[in-house]
């Protein structure tokens, strides 16, 4: 499936992010982690402040700096390829559709735009049980509602494990709301998903 268009038929699979606070850490140690050869699309929402300003241009390639995957910020309508990791721009919702990406400026969801619930409930609408959603360090409980439509269409939800969290807040609200399939560290995420590129599980 690498280089390959994802459609919403048959076996596509894709894998979904959302951080805030301490996210650019957390996803370097998951770009980290994810080998060349990576067969899925990687879709990111990483909550980014007014504070951002000067430097939101600069996100896809500093964390290109960590990946052997290309990391694109998404722009409408564009293919969703396979082994290729898509950032939701600044002051936009990032959403996925049949095989391609979507943006759109509807408005803040707990007061945030990208909105990681907006991410998850679009995947979930589109790829329904093929969809890995993770939730990784924030501040606030963004994703707990995008993650409960995973899980409501047979997908797999993953959380950092809030103690190894610089923002336990996030992934501790996915976990209390019972809708987190695995809590792992950190560092133990990439594994998971170079497992679940082949198995889905």
């Known amino acids: 499936m690498k280089g390959e268009h994802v459609s919403a038929d048959g076996d596509a699979r894709v894998i979904v992010i959302g951080c805030s606070l301490g996210g650019m850490r957390a996803l370097e140690v998951i770009l980290r982690g994810?080998?060349?050869?990576?067969p899925l699309p990687i879709a990111v929402v990483?909550?980014?402040?007014?504070?951002?300003?000067?430097?939101q241009s600069m996100l896809a390639?500093?964390?290109?700096?960590?990946?052997?995957?290309?990391?694109?910020?998404?722009?409408?309508?564009?293919?969703?390829?396979?082994?290729r990791v898509y950032l939701a721009p600044p002051d936009y919702h990032l959403l996925l559709d049949d095989g391609v990406v979507a943006l759109s400026v509807d408005a803040r969801v707990m007061h945030a735009r990208p909105s990681i619930d907006?991410?998850?409930?679009?995947?979930?609408?589109?790829?329904?049980?093929?969809?890995?959603?993770?939730?990784?360090?924030?501040?606030?409980a963004d994703g707990t509602a995008g993650a409960q439509q995973i899980?409501?269409?047979?997908?797999?939800?993953v959380a950092q494990d809030p103690?190894?969290?610089e923002a336990?807040?996030?992934?501790?609200?996915?976990?209390?709301?019972?809708?987190?399939?695995?809590?792992l560290p950190l560092d133990e995420i990439a594994p998971y998903l170079n497992v679940a590129a082949v198995t889905h599980r």
Request: hydrophobic share 45%; net charge neutral.
């Open 118 to 140: 907006v991410l998850f409930e679009s995947a979930a609408e589109a790829y329904r049980g093929a969809v890995v959603g993770v939730i990784l360090t924030g501040a606030s």
């Open 163 to 165: 103690a190894g969290a």
């Open 61 to 83: 390639p500093l964390l290109q700096r960590h990946s052997a995957l290309p990391v694109v910020e998404a722009a409408d309508k564009d293919p969703l390829v396979g082994g």
């Open 34 to 38: 994810l080998g060349a050869d990576f």
């Open 151 to 157: 899980k409501r269409r047979g997908g797999t939800v």
């Open 46 to 55: 990483q909550h980014r402040s007014s504070e951002w300003d000067g430097q």
């Open 168 to 183: 336990p807040t996030m992934p501790r609200a996915a976990i209390q709301a019972g809708v987190v399939d695995r809590v």
